[in-house]
């Protein structure tokens, strides 16, 4: 067991001589296991130090100070440091909205990166075979791709800032349980492992069994998809990030020319890392990834939606991700959203012709846009710039160019923050006119009730 551990982190370079690690201590089988294993192999392995954590979340009353005093007991037996928190995770959960499990496991995270920064250590959880098993199941019912058959990988770069790592990725829950024997130490059991009332707890014992039952080694086989999957993943992951070099604009647009000679399963994976770069991932699905593609594929002036405010429109050239407000009337603005009836375009100036005089559509400086441009109705703060650089406040525009209370929330805006780039009907910013220095324009198109959104006169360029 011992030496298949080490073999195992030398293979998948999860350890190299010097470093700190961590060790998340539970109490339970799985992360007592890992403890014992890594104070035999921390002389081996060149380890300069080894830590245990224990976390508890104000769950479980009686039974998780039991955990707590066998962790405190475990450790002094192996001379090795022990680091206790206590957290209140009912009370975070309430005040989240999150369910317990998810409120316990996003701050476990941030514990671990908290406590690994102290030190720069690398934190080693004791997830085995059988647990990325029931991964992969959840992952593959839950109707993922092929990240998810990858489920977890060996050693990940968490987000807040920590390296986590599994050394017992390869092992079996049988084998774990008898190398503690043989070490003579024992464990806690968690009731609630047990109580089946939770997604992994029924897999674990109503599903996989079954399956064990039917196909001999079936979680052996499902983990070693997994490392195949996870191989294909990362390879797939290094070509997007190489495509994505080529098909991003200095402006961080995607050129549609270059995007569009790449293989659709490789276009997505170009999507997310292009989403992921500019706000994230959250929330972000299958249907999303098809709708980037069938925009790409389809006519100019089109857009989608995105989740995080966000909007994907599409020009003649390009994608240019934008972000959009959806404040409604408690904001201030329409109830609608205006900025559906936008479309936008770039055109390099050297490329361009006469200013259109026309009344929805403008011309602005694309380099001048400071914060990300969107379309909305008015707010508190809304500002135009004037010609010499002083301000006006939106509300003193539309008391001097007579535009009634009553219509003033319904004009539609293409703004950069709390700047007014152009008021649809009416003035433009004098900060976005086009200039001699111009190198790019951005053309904005209003397609919506021209009679019933025009705010005044239309004279400027």
């Not at 962790?71 to 317990?100: D, F, M, Q, W, Y």
């Not at 920064?117 to 085995?128: D, E, F, M, Q, S």
């Not at 290094?238 to 991003?248: N, V």
Request: proline letters at 4%; glycine letters at 10%; aromatic letters at 4%.
């Amino acid at each position: 067991m011992e030496q298949r551990t080490a073999e195992y982190i030398r293979t998948n370079r999860l350890l190299s001589p010097g470093d700190r690690v961590i060790c998340a201590l539970s109490g339970g089988c799985d992360s007592v296991c890992l403890l014992l294993l890594l104070t035999r192999l921390k002389e081996q392995l060149g380890l300069e130090a080894l830590t245990a954590l224990h976390v508890h979340h104000g769950i479980r009353g009686q039974e998780a100070d039991r955990d707590e005093a066998f962790c405190r007991s475990l450790c002094a037996r192996l001379a090795v440091p022990l680091v206790l928190r206590h957290e209140n995770i009912p009370a975070l959960a309430e005040k989240t909205g999150e369910s317990l499990e998810e409120a316990g496991r996003r701050r476990r995270l941030e514990i671990f990166a908290e406590e690994a920064g102290k030190t720069g250590a690398v934190v080693a959880a004791a997830h085995h075979l059988n647990d990325q098993a029931e991964t992969v199941l959840i992952n593959l019912c839950r109707g993922s791709g092929l990240p998810g058959l990858a489920a977890m990988q060996p050693s990940r770069s968490d987000s807040r800032g920590f390296t986590l790592i599994r050394p017992l990725l390869w092992a079996e829950r049988p084998m774990l349980e008898a190398y503690v024997r043989e070490r003579g130490e024992s464990w806690c059991e968690d009731s609630t492992n047990a109580s089946g009332d939770n997604t992994r707890s029924r897999l674990r014992g109503e599903v996989l069994p079954v399956l064990e039952d039917i196909f001999p080694h079936a979680a052996r086989h499902i983990a070693a998809l997994a490392e195949k999957a996870g191989r294909q993943e990362a390879f797939l992951q290094a070509l997007a990030r190489d495509s994505l070099l080529r098909a991003e604009n200095p402006d961080g647009s995607l050129n549609l020319p270059r995007l569009l000679e790449e293989d659709k399963v490789l276009r997505q994976k170009v999507f997310a890392l292009w989403l992921d770069k500019n706000g994230g991932l959250k929330d972000i699905g299958e249907s999303h990834y098809q709708a980037l593609s069938d925009l790409a594929e389809g006519r100019s002036g089109r857009r989608i939606d995105l989740p995080g405010d966000r909007c994907v429109l599409r020009d003649q050239s390009g994608l240019h991700l934008l972000q959009k407000n959806a404040a409604g009337k408690a904001d201030g603005g329409a109830a609608g959203d205006p900025a559906q009836d936008f479309s936008v375009r770039l055109i390099a100036a050297k490329d361009c012709g006469e200013i259109p005089k026309k009344k929805y559509t403008k011309w602005l400086d694309y380099d001048t846009i400071t914060e990300p441009l969107c379309f909305r109705t008015r707010r508190k703060g809304d500002y135009l710039i004037l010609e010499g650089g002083g301000r006006q406040s939106l509300q003193d525009y539309f008391v001097n160019e007579k535009i009634p209370l009553s219509r003033r929330d319904e004009v539609p805006l293409a703004a950069s923050g709390d700047h007014i780039l152009w008021v649809v009907g009416g003035r433009i910013s004098a900060a976005a006119k086009i200039t001699e220095s111009t190198k790019t324009i951005i053309e904005i198109q209003y397609g919506g009730d021209h009679g019933k959104t025009s705010s005044g006169r239309s004279d400027q360029q």
